[in-house]
């Protein structure tokens, strides 16, 4: 009998990544297609807030006191600057740049911990805030063509990274970056750029035919190649801190910035190169909303 629920247990565990994935999709295609805007803002705010979260306690793990409730605050008011038309998103970026250095001047803190200490709150406060706002924007500014616009992001970020985990585990033997991540090779990455590419031709021919074909297919190559960097960013932060996962709320994911960091990473992309696209490349003025 124990050794059946150990069997069972361990069925369990070894498939938890696809169960997770499984139990999410039907709530997260809602959310993203269906919901209404509060909804999706509402979201992407908790999502953002718990892998801030994460990624401050990556600092506290190095033994540096970040101020973890400061930080979200004002990365929560900048995410209500991406939508809200009354508070610019500058606004964001300046209380990230000017409250938290502030808070360690008059606090009474080690003052050779000063400057690793704010850096670490600063990047992570802007890091999640701004790209995380940058997926609002992303659905909330190209009215029905938005919820097809994050489709495309995800699968196309996500449907790479599979096929860049198949690809490299059949055929990888050219390390991409040992020092970061010793599993990524370079045969990963260019079947993960090509399943990236098929999906985002898929998507054109099927949902998204606004999306023109060449620049459906120049998309899928740069989203998977940023996807790409933007999860060895997360796991060089990771590999500094000493974990393998930066947190244990997803099951098979990891935490929340292990599972969107691709996410986070390239949202700002598309969302630059769609309204440059839109503006027929005449303008780099973005985010005015």
């Not at 004002?74 to 038309?85: D, G, K």
């Not at 992001?153 to 970061?180: C, E, I």
Request: charged letters at 15%.
């Amino acid at each position: 009998m124990g050794r059946g629920r150990l069997a069972r247990t361990a069925a369990i565990l070894k498939y938890a990544r696809e169960l997770t994935a499984a139990f999410f999709a039907l709530p997260a295609i809602w959310i993203i297609g269906w919901s209404p805007t509060v909804v999706f803002d509402i979201v992407v705010a908790i999502i953002s807030g718990l892998a801030l979260y994460e990624f401050l306690v990556l600092g506290r793990r190095k033994g540096y006191d970040v101020p973890i409730v400061l930080c979200i605050l004002i990365m929560l008011f900048m995410l209500a600057a991406f939508v809200f038309e009354q508070v610019s998103v500058e606004m964001g970026v300046f209380a990230t740049l000017l409250i938290i250095p502030a808070t360690y001047v008059f606090s009474k803190k080690p003052i050779e911990e000063a400057l690793p200490s704010s850096g670490i709150s600063v990047l992570a406060t802007l890091y999640v805030g701004m790209l995380g706002g940058s997926l609002i924007r992303l659905r909330n500014d190209y009215h029905e063509l938005g919820p097809k616009l994050v489709f495309f992001l995800m699968l196309v970020v996500w449907l790479g990274d599979t096929g860049a985990y198949y690809v490299g585990k059949q055929f990888g033997k050219t390390k991409l970056s040992p020092r970061v991540s010793p599993k990524k090779t370079v045969e990963g990455l260019m079947g993960g750029v090509m399943t990236s590419v098929l999906a985002a031709v898929i998507i054109h021919f099927t949902f998204l035919p606004q999306m023109p074909l060449l620049h459906a297919i120049i998309c899928g190559a740069i989203l998977s190649v940023a996807g790409v960097v933007g999860d060895l960013a997360e796991s060089m932060w990771k590999r500094s801190a000493e974990v393998k996962d930066s947190g244990t709320l997803l099951p098979g994911h990891g935490g929340f910035l292990d599972r969107f960091d691709s996410i986070f990473f390239t949202a700002p992309i598309l969302y630059t190169y769609w309204h440059i696209l839109v503006a027929g490349f005449t303008t780099l003025n973005i985010m005015q909303g």
